[in-house]
């Protein structure tokens, strides 16, 4: 992946297990690299510095608008999200409000750049429900059948990201 020198990358949910992961490959393009979190004690995990950390709720439409405004990202990376199964289940309405509402506020807050970024939209293997062993590895032409509430959280996200890609808008 080629990246401009002055523009910065944004991860949402840098705080998390595979942010951490993600800071690291992306530290050597030697260009800004931002973080957003939501529980700050997870923030341990990261090289970043602490002046690159954002807290930011997605779910909280004007500060999301004002985030992207404010860095005008080239790349975004969206890891946010709730990605724990059982927390999903019993909790419906904050997993949809954040892994949907929070997704579309991400994706409405980009379109209105005038330079949209790219964007990463991590999803989860979970969207395709038990896939039998004969149909090998998991792909994304397979039909989203989603088994439990987070997977169904996770395939609207993709669902709801489609259309600003058909359209040029992200």
Known sequence: ????????????GAEGFVGAYLIRELLPLQVPI???????????LSVLPEERWIFCDLNDRDATFDLIRELQPAFIYHLAGISFVP?????????LGTNVGGTLNLLEAAA???TAPRIVLISSG???GKVPEEKGPLREEF?????NFYAATKA???????????RGEI
């Open 1 to 12: 992946m080629t990246h401009p020198a002055s523009s910065p990358i944004l991860i949402t």
């Open 34 to 44: 931002f973080g957003t979190y939501f529980i700050p004690e997870a923030r341990h």
């Open 87 to 95: 927390t999903a289940e019993s909790n419906r309405p904050k997993a």
């Open 112 to 114: 209105s750049l005038e």
């Open 126 to 128: 979970e969207v395709y």
């Open 143 to 147: 039909p989203l059948q989603p088994a």
């Open 156 to 166: 609207a996200a993709e669902k709801i990201a489609w259309p600003f890609f058909e």
